[in-house]
């Protein structure tokens, strides 16, 4: 079993929907969560950063963390065509060492 | 401010050959990290720098790979007698002190080997 597993999709929603971006993980001592934006060619962009479990809210996109579920979300509100791009979970222990999840690609239609 | 910059943006080499790739991080970073990105793959950790400590190499996949940080800014990570399995994108981070899990990529540089 892979220590980060996410779906590679690819996701495809029509502009306004709301879309459901999810990672699951086998390591519990993972305390940070990360999700990142890579546009094609691209190097990837932090989007949003989360300590332990909770919800964490910015603009359009809620980040979600259930540790004892060992399961990450990332809502995004109100998808825009801008939003396609593949998105990646990433997470780490304490700290320096990200481990990525291989990434889902989206596309939001106009 | 500027970004992490990256050297070439693309190298294309034979087999065989050897590759250096340049990455210039956000100034006043410290923390330096190499990542790869196969196609398909997820990122895979390389190599991280840490000030003056001795670099974190546990992610290099063979000795051909190597990385060096000069002056604790610019850093050069080199790959001899390249394999076709080494094509990929290398990308590098940085991340300012105290936050080392928010990091900043480059653009990557999309090494192929023939």
Redesign the interface.
């Known amino acids: 079993q892979k220590e ?1 597993e ?1 779906d ?1 999709g690819p996701l495809s929603v029509p502009e306004g929907a709301i879309v459901s971006l999810n990672c699951t993980y086998s390591n519990s001592a993972f305390q ?1 969560f ?1 999700w ?1 934006r890579q546009y094609s ?6 989007l949003m ?1 989360t300590y332990s479990s909770g919800n964490k809210e910015d603009g359009r996109f809620t980040a979600q963390v259930d540790k004892s579920s060992k399961y990450i979300s990332l809502f995004i509100r109100d998808s825009q065509p801008s939003d396609s791009a593949t998105y ?1 979970c ?1 997470m ?1 222990p304490r ?9 889902t690609k989206l596309t939001v239609n106009p | 401010g500027a970004g992490v910059s990256q050297s070439p943006s693309n190298k294309v080499t034979e087999k065989g050959k050897d590759v250096e790739l340049r990455c210039d991080p956000i100034s006043g970073h410290t923390a330096l990290y190499w990542y790869r990105q196969s196609l398909g793959q997820g990122l895979e950790f390389l190599i991280y720098f840490q000030g003056n400590s001795a670099p974190d190499k546990s992610g290099l996949p063979s000795d051909r790979f190597s990385a060096e940080r000069t002056g604790g800014s610019v850093s050069t990570l080199t790959i001899q007698r390249t394999q076709q399995e080494d094509s990929a994108v290398y990308l590098c981070a940085s991340s300012p002190q105290g936050s080392y899990n928010e990091q900043f990529f480059g653009p990557g540089t999309r090494l192929t080997v023939l």
């Open positions: 980060v996410q590679p940070y990360m990142y060619r691209k190097g990837p962009e932090l950063y990646l990433a780490s700290s320096e060492k990200l481990v990525f999840g291989k990434g």
